[in-house]
């Protein structure tokens, strides 16, 4: 296999073989971040329309074999920790950021979820890696309020952790427009403030146009408005656009957003005491 296989943009999990658990450099990690893809049926509760899952369902996870997982767990952090894997295949100096929940649908869906943090804290202790590395869960915050998603995540107080909370917008049309579902203001609520309770929260924002058409001045102010509650709660916010074409078959025409465009959008969000990254 060649050097330097994994890179920002080659993010295909299929390069080395395995059910659930995937490498890859992240932008966003700053580095190499081993994913645990939970749903291998590629089913998500929600269905964005820039979504770049294949073949997306929606649904739940199929049942996880947990054994399989913690085999495949061990032998890639054996090969990221006890072997030549960063030096052999991506650049120099890339680092081993994080383990994270980065599936193709939504891993709290799981009902085994609070059995794989289990397996994760084991491995995590087993390899000394707890403040070496961060434990992200990647989610759209469906299940947060959950009191088995809420007692999983409690198991994980201790360690280094993260959870990416995902919020495109909070006007009830934008949702359905772009992430298909049907979400109230008071359910985003209760699920971002049971995320914050859990762990360091960052929200992450794509924003794309939309049928040529740039977020709205009402959309963004709205997001802004719902985010002032928290902005002395929230870690940060991370603002990106379409990175590779949605998976999703839609009558809508989906643009990315300029690096520039973006970066007039995070100008406005920076009125929040939250800091804004943007990744474009
Ligand atoms: S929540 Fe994530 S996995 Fe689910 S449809 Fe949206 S982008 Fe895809």
């Given at each position: 296999m060649p050097i330097d296989i994994l890179t920002i943009t080659n993010h295909d999990r299929n390069i080395f073989q395995g059910k659930y658990i995937y490498p890859v450099v992240s932008r966003r990690a700053g580095g190499l971040s081993l994913g645990i893809n939970l749903n291998t049926n590629n089913a998500c509760n929600w269905q964005c329309?820039?979504?770049?899952?294949?073949?997306l369902v929606r649904g739940k996870p199929e049942t996880i074999n947990l054994k399989e997982l913690e085999s495949e767990l061990d032998y890639w952090l054996d090969q990221i920790i006890n072997k030549s894997f960063l030096s052999q295949?991506?650049?120099?100096?890339?680092e081993f950021k994080d383990i994270a929940f980065s599936g193709n649908g939504e891993p709290t869906a799981s009902k085994q979820f609070k059995d794989v943090i289990c397996i994760l804290i084991k491995k995590i202790n087993e390899y000394k890696l707890d403040k070496k590395i961060i434990i992200r869960l990647i989610t759209n915050?469906?299940?947060?309020?959950?009191p088995v998603i809420q007692e999983s995540l409690s198991l994980i107080r201790n360690f280094n952790r993260e959870i990416w909370f995902k919020i495109d917008g909070v006007k009830e049309h934008d949702i359905q427009t772009v992430n298909q579902v049907n979400l109230s203001l008071v359910t985003i609520k209760k699920n971002l403030e049971a995320a914050l309770n859990n762990g360091p929260t960052v929200i992450q924002t794509c924003f794309f146009k939309l049928n040529e058409q740039l977020p709205s001045l009402e959309s963004l102010g709205a997001y802004i408005n719902f985010l002032k509650l928290y902005e002395n709660k929230v870690k940060g916010i991370h603002l990106y656009s379409l990175a590779r074409l949605s998976e999703q078959p839609s009558q809508n025409k989906l643009t990315r957003l300029t690096k520039f465009e973006l970066e007039v959008i995070a100008s406005k969000i920076k009125i929040l005491n939250i800091p804004v990254q943007i990744f474009s």
């Open positions: 329309i820039y979504c770049e899952v294949p073949n295949y991506t650049k120099s100096k890339t915050g469906s299940y947060m309020a959950n």
